[in-house]
Nanobody, 129 residues
């Protein structure tokens, strides 16, 4: 069964950086596009970034463009989210999930949660001084 596990969250000061990892177990990740989502307290879950199965196509929410970079290493079965210039409003639980939607919706923003499955358990990111 497809399982994704996020890691790399933590407490960081504004302007700092973190790199999140999304690792797959029990299968190879290279057949799947992967999306990163986040959910802040009291808010809806929102898509943050998405990467195609080959890594050749990426997309981002406007709120993180220029600050976050998604990448993947299929040899390590892992997708990464490098987050720079973090702001307090980036505080949220971050999740990764595998795309299972219709191809023409691949990595189209806003990402639809219904297009994704095999959600990880999430990793907390807190940006605070």
């Amino acid at each position: 069964q497809l399982q994704l596990v996020e890691s790399g969250g933590g407490l960081v000061q504004p302007g700092g950086s973190l790199r999140l990892s999304c690792a797959a177990s029990g299968f190879t990740l290279d057949s799947y596009a992967i999306g990163w989502f986040r959910q802040a307290p009291g808010k809806e879950r929102e898509g943050v970034s998405c990467i195609s199965s080959s890594g050749g196509s990426t997309n981002y929410a406007d709120s993180v463009k220029g600050r976050f970079t998604i990448s993947r290493d299929n040899a390590k079965n892992t997708v990464y989210l490098q987050m720079n210039s973090l702001k307090p409003e980036d505080t949220a639980v971050y999740y990764c999930a595998a795309f299972r939607g219709i191809l023409f919706r691949l990595c189209v923003f806003p990402l639809e949660q219904a297009d994704f499955g095999s959600w990880g358990q999430g990793t907390q990111v807190t940006v605070s001084s």
